[in-house]
């Protein structure tokens, strides 16, 4: 704000503080609207994640009952979980479907952990320069809402023997970039790199999820999308 050229609005008395507080409250706004959105992503991931593991159906109690039940659990150590020999795939064993699922799957958690890193340095960001004082640090360890890394514990983004998030990465590329830096302003081009990152879903790879999405609908004879 303080570098920004009002031009004859300068004039105007206290248009730059009032300029300032008002695009503070906006910041905060958004701020607490795009930690919501990360927070819904975070959990959806998770529910994938979840899902993803699954996907065997096993037979519980008698065989022999009238009336057939079924778990997530096995009570049966000879039960391989394709529930009961109910055929659901035409071809292909359940198993090569459970590797398709974790391959949609891994492509989400890579991208949310991508993401994560957006989201610490947008979260980060300062209509201007502290006066007086440090300013807040935002880094990569720190959680960014309550029970953040219990979640990524559950998708596998959290590492137990280093008590932080695992670094993001884009698939086949591994990266130690942890963020350690205080609030800041970005330029427009770096903010701009920053919005086409998270559009552009670069972990996310959407002709081989239609190919996936097209093998289940025909096995199982039912429409996806």
Request: net charge negative; hydrophobic share 35%; with cysteine.
């Given at each position: 704000?303080?570098?920004?050229?009002?031009?004859?609005?300068?004039?105007?008395?206290?248009?730059?503080?009032?300029?300032?507080?008002?695009l503070?409250?906006?910041?905060?706004?958004?701020?607490?609207?795009?930690?919501s959105?990360?927070?819904?992503?975070?959990?959806?991931?998770?529910?994938?994640?979840?899902?993803?593991?699954?996907?065997?159906?096993?037979?519980?109690?008698?065989?022999?009952?009238?009336?057939?039940?079924?778990?997530?659990?096995?009570?049966?150590?000879?039960?391989?979980?394709?529930?009961?020999?109910?055929?659901?795939?035409?071809?292909?064993?359940?198993?090569?479907?459970?590797?398709?699922?974790?391959?949609?799957?891994?492509?989400?958690?890579?991208?949310?952990?991508?993401?994560?890193l957006?989201?610490?340095?947008?979260?980060?960001?300062?209509?201007?320069?502290?006066?007086?004082?440090?300013?807040?640090?935002?880094?990569?360890?720190?959680?960014?809402?309550?029970?953040e890394?219990?979640?990524?514990?559950?998708?596998?983004?959290?590492s137990?023997?280093?008590?932080?998030?695992?670094?993001?990465?884009?698939?086949?590329?591994?990266?130690?970039?942890?963020?350690?830096?205080?609030?800041?302003?970005l330029?427009?081009?770096?903010?701009?790199?920053?919005?086409?990152?998270?559009?552009?879903?670069?972990?996310?790879?959407?002709?081989?999820?239609?190919?996936?999405?097209?093998?289940?609908?025909?096995?199982?004879?039912?429409?996806?999308?």
């Amino acid at each position: 704000m303080p570098s920004m050229d009002f031009g004859v609005l300068k004039e105007m008395p206290n248009i730059q503080k009032k300029s300032y507080k008002k695009l503070s409250l906006r910041q905060e706004l958004y701020g607490e609207r795009f930690l919501s959105s990360y927070k819904n992503l975070v959990n959806i991931v998770s529910d994938m994640v979840n899902a993803s593991r699954s996907m065997r159906c096993y037979l519980k109690g008698s065989a022999a009952s009238p009336i057939l039940q079924f778990g997530n659990h096995s009570e049966d150590k000879n039960d391989s979980g394709v529930g009961g020999g109910v055929p659901v795939f035409s071809f292909y064993s359940i198993s090569y479907f459970e590797n398709l699922g974790q391959e949609l799957v891994e492509m989400f958690v890579l991208e949310l952990s991508l993401k994560r890193l957006l989201v610490v340095e947008l979260l980060s960001l300062c209509c201007e320069e502290p006066s007086g004082g440090e300013a807040d640090m935002s880094t990569w360890s720190d959680e960014i809402y309550p029970g953040e890394f219990d979640d990524l514990c559950s998708n596998g983004l959290f590492s137990k023997e280093s008590s932080q998030p695992l670094p993001p990465k884009i698939k086949h590329w591994e990266s130690d970039i942890f963020t350690v830096r205080q609030n800041h302003n970005l330029n427009r081009e770096t903010l701009q790199n920053y919005l086409t990152t998270w559009l552009a879903e670069g972990n996310i790879d959407m002709i081989r999820i239609d190919e996936i999405f097209h093998l289940v609908e025909g096995e199982m004879q039912v429409r996806l999308s």
